[in-house]
């Protein structure tokens, strides 16, 4: 049987204090690995190791604090616009609508090629297409012209990753944040993956499978952080050999189970409950750590 270690999250139990080394890179590599192969025989000499993020939601009192999250305005279409389309859509249906649009789309694009125009085309379909139909009905309802037409805003609300540039950059939709990290020529790459879009599941699967192939040989140190709800990093625990997450390795690049089963027979794995916040973390060794 495998053995199981859990790890409880308490603020009293949780530490500041790690070697600010271990997070000093010099930047994401752009070189190609097309297989986890590849991966494993390019990094096997160059120290290879990772850093694991676990990330909590941010605390809500936070929301509105900008010590913790970058607002930006975002300009949004003035009502009578964002009326136009809802009377269009409205009449026609998604489907329909969307059809009839994308023929619009073809048609002006083509008359603005020929004649030579620069204009913007979504305002010319609103010109010949949607206000013919729907300007009259949209004033005769809506009186407060001013409020019609005038600019609006939104705001957005960007949480700051405190983590040392680059690797201060993150999908939010992430609960977690894998960063392998290597050296070339007396400096240190990384490459990051993640669950938040296709491309971050692909290179997490990707190095993962490649990184565990170098674990058989030369065990890989991996380091286990927590990115609390008030923005702060803490650090966890260090692993003398590969431990990772077991959530979407194998998503956007497969390969065989019984290669897979092979490839994790030193690899521990990490997983824990509550996306939102983090209470206990379980550890399954394949390997001692």
């Not at 694991?52 to 941010?58: A, D, S, Y």
């Not at 605390?59 to 269009?88: A, H, Q, S």
């Amino acid at each position: 049987m495998k053995k199981v270690n859990v790890i409880k999250i308490r603020k009293i139990n949780l530490s500041r204090q790690y070697d600010p080394e271990i997070l000093s890179v010099a930047g994401a590599s752009v070189g190609a690995f097309s297989t986890h192969k590849e991966i494993a025989q390019k990094l096997k000499d160059k120290s290879p190791y990772i850093i694991t993020v676990i990330i909590n939601c941010l605390n809500p009192r936070f929301w509105n604090n900008k010590k913790y999250v970058e607002k930006i305005k975002i300009p949004i279409d003035p009502l009578y616009k964002e009326l136009l389309y809802k009377y269009f859509f409205d009449k026609f249906g998604d489907k329909e609508g969307n059809e009839l649009y994308a023929k619009w789309l073809d048609r002006y694009r083509a008359k603005l090629l020929k004649e030579k125009m620069s204009k913007n085309l979504d305002g010319y379909i609103i010109e010949n297409e949607l206000e013919p139909r729907y300007k009259e009905k949209i004033l005769k309802k809506h009186k407060d012209y001013e409020s019609l037409f005038k600019p609006r805003s939104r705001i957005e609300r960007k949480r700051y990753y405190n983590l040392p540039q680059p690797l201060n950059h993150i999908d939010w939709r992430n609960p977690y944040d894998n960063i392998f990290i290597w050296e070339e020529k007396g400096k240190k790459f990384f490459r990051k993956g993640g669950s938040g879009s296709s491309g971050g599941r692909e290179t997490n699967s990707k190095f993962i499978f490649g990184f565990s192939l170098i674990n058989q040989i030369k065990p890989i140190p991996s380091y286990l952080f927590l990115y609390g709800d008030d923005n702060q990093l803490y650090f966890i625990k260090r692993f003398s050999s590969l431990t990772v997450p077991r959530y979407d390795i194998g998503s956007n690049y497969t390969i065989k189970r019984s290669e897979e089963e092979k490839i994790f027979s030193k690899t521990n794995f990490i997983a824990w409950k509550d996306f939102i916040r983090a209470k206990e973390i379980k550890i399954k060794l394949n390997n001692k750590s």
